[in-house]
């Protein structure tokens, strides 16, 4: 049940609901739980109809590098 | 798709495979993980992760699908809540299919009549309520973490917007306490565990001190196959060093301190009470109702319930699964008289149950 989707934000209206992209469909999320201010363009994580998270972008990508860095190498 | 392919990388995937492999034939003995929640069940069984394991490590599903830990009282009071006239019962999908007591369920009083809609958002039900101002909508509140601060927020904007005609029937639970009472049972022996990533988005490490506590490892884990992968290799990293601690793998999503503002709003309007899990029983805290302040919106106020005689279906080994101490195989109904069509027990019913994803993804054992 606890199934989330990273979505991309394409609109905000009045009312604090975002159109978002996930993966090619859009849906309508409410941002009224997500702690932090998210602009169009952001990454959220996203549950049964809320934005829940912000993706923190510079986290995922460092992350991500850092992870292929240690398996190219067989550091792990 | 971004924040989803780079994730499903075979190339990074057999790299932290080869590495697992490494860490593992380094730890000595047997080790037990146990994925808490239903949505790593189904990743686990849709990426073929558990066949791909060294021999030595064996993964075990938790108590983490809400509808499964439902237990058949609540589900024979939203039963009978769903049969009363004039109203409208909106509930997430996974909660149709699940049979009370002699095998009703929502979809069975839907087919006889009863206004049953499935929503996909909480304000979804809220919607209905305005649509329809003669009728009552009560909303099934059921999940953990993760969702329980969507149907607070529901609550909050149908006050703000003077909505009278719409209730919750919370069965909403939360997971340390359940985590808990697992370390507290003596016939568990985990050595580590796979903490759900949705639910810590909210919660944050907080939730799970508990576990390194008891010396046990713990790693806040996504649900993409590299993202599995990772999480168990730095569960057996803590196992391997003795070295426990709450860890996230998660990074993109979870936060240390979680997201407050998801559980200031969730704190608003539900207070902690005791819940009955199916497979755990009683766990005392470890449930959420609505508190006074709200109770224009809890269903077990507005509508008056009579005593239910609950009872289980024989032969049903769901309460063991959910426990992680027998294997749905292990079940004598699991593929015989239980299979996804006529599911007798709730963890078949949920696609993210356990026996559900047994059934889909690891048939061949």
């Known amino acids: ?76 | 798709m971004k924040y989803i392919d780079e994730y499903r990388d075979p190339g990074l995937v057999r790299g932290l495979l080869d590495a697992v492999a490494i860490v593992a034939a380094g730890i000595d003995r047997p080790v037990t993980l146990m994925e808490i929640c239903g949505t790593h069940t189904h990743a686990i069984g849709r990426y073929g992760i558990r066949r791909l394991l060294p021999k030595n490590l064996r993964l075990i599903s938790g108590p983490g699908c809400p509808v499964c830990v439902t237990s058949i009282a609540d589900v024979d009071r939203a039963l009978y809540l769903a049969g009363l006239p004039d109203v409208i019962f909106a509930t997430f999908g996974d909660m149709l299919r699940v049979p009370g007591t002699d095998g009703e369920s929502l979809q069975r009083l839907r087919a006889t009549g009863a206004d049953v809609r499935v929503i996909s958002s909480a304000a979804d039900a809220v919607r209905f309520a305005t649509e329809n101002p003669g009728r009552q909508v009560i909303l099934m509140g059921i999940g953990f973490e993760t969702t329980t601060p969507t149907v607070a927020a529901a609550i909050l904007s149908a006050r703000r917007r003077g909505i009278e005609n719409f209730t919750v029937f919370s069965v909403h639970k939360t997971v340390p306490q359940a985590i808990g009472a697992l370390i507290d049972d003596p016939e568990m022996k985990i050595d580590g565990f796979i903490c759900p990533g949705h639910v810590s988005i909210i919660t944050g490490v907080e939730a799970y001190e508990r576990i390194p506590m008891a010396g046990r490892a713990a790693v806040i884990t996504g649900f993409e196959p590299a993202d599995v992968m990772e999480g168990i290799l730095m569960i057996l990293r803590q196992i391997a060093e003795g070295r426990y601690e709450v860890a996230i793998q998660y990074a993109r999503g979870v936060k240390e301190q979680g997201n407050p503002r998801a559980r200031g709003v969730m704190a608003e309007v539900f207070e902690p009470g005791d819940a009955d899990w199916r497979g755990l029983g009683v766990i005392s805290g470890s449930g959420l109702r609505i508190r006074r302040e709200y109770e224009g919106f809890d269903a077990l106020n507005r509508f008056a319930l009579p005593q239910i005689h609950s009872v289980e279906f024989r032969g049903c080994r769901c309460g063991e699964i959910l426990r992680g101490v027998m294997a749905p195989a292990e079940c004598h109904l699991f593929m015989k008289a239980c299979t996804p069509s006529n599911p007798v027990g709730p963890c078949m019913v949920s696609s993210e149950g356990t026996c559900a994803a047994y059934y889909k993804y690891e048939r061949s054992g």
């Open chain 1, 1 to 76: 049940m606890c199934i989330a989707f990273p979505g991309k934000i394409l609109t905000i209206d009045k009312d604090n609901f975002a159109v978002i992209d996930i993966s090619g469909t859009q849906r309508e999320v409410s941002l009224d739980i997500v702690d932090e201010p998210v602009t169009v363009g952001d990454y959220v994580i996203c549950h049964a109809g809320y934005a829940i998270q912000r993706i923190d972008e510079e986290v995922a990508l460092e992350k991500l590098s850092f992870l292929r860095e240690l398996i190219d190498n067989e550091i792990y």
